[in-house]
């Protein structure tokens, strides 16, 4: 059995799910599911592309999960708590669970970027909060900061 992943056949999440009025600055991204399309079920590896002006998400950050930024392309800012750092092809960047300096990359530059995510893929129990807007996120879906379903 081949193992090579077909990258152009991967499972595609482009876009945003979140609510609105928080979906805006993360519509202009193609995430190619690499971790889903070779069956991988303890790790979640994705190819992110972000066009121009793009944001991989919104700042947050995680009870559970793991997260690890590789850029192979391009040029992206990491935003977190006061802080701002340019990242280049061959920089990385890594975030541990319960740590509540979130985090987003931005791509300011005029030219798309492809960067590589590895992080947790079992999410059952982590939930993700967003400090700059009212937003939180468990399985179940999204929520206001005061626990009210969106």
Not at 82 to 87: H, T
Not at 121 to 136: G, I
């Amino acid at each position: 059995m081949k193992k090579k992943i077909d990258i152009e056949r991967a499972p595609i999440s482009a876009g945003s799910r979140y609510p609105e009025p928080f979906a805006g600055p993360c519509q202009n991204k193609i995430r190619h599911r690499l971790g889903v399309a070779a069956g991988l079920k303890e790790i979640g590896i994705n190819l992110l592309e972000l066009a121009p002006g793009a944001w991989s998400s919104q700042r947050h950050w995680h009870t559970r999960a793991e997260e690890f930024v590789y850029v192979l392309e391009g040029e992206v800012v990491l935003v977190t708590e006061g802080c701002e750092e340019i990242l280049h092809a061959g920089d990385c960047a890594a975030f541990l669970p319960g740590d509540p300096d979130g985090h987003h990359l931005q791509n300011r530059s005029g030219s798309a970027a492809r960067v590589l995510e590895i992080g947790s893929a079992e999410s059952a129990n982590d939930e993700a909060t967003y400090p700059d807007v009212d937003l939180r996120a468990s399985a179940s879906g999204y929520f206001h900061k005061d626990g009210k379903p969106y």
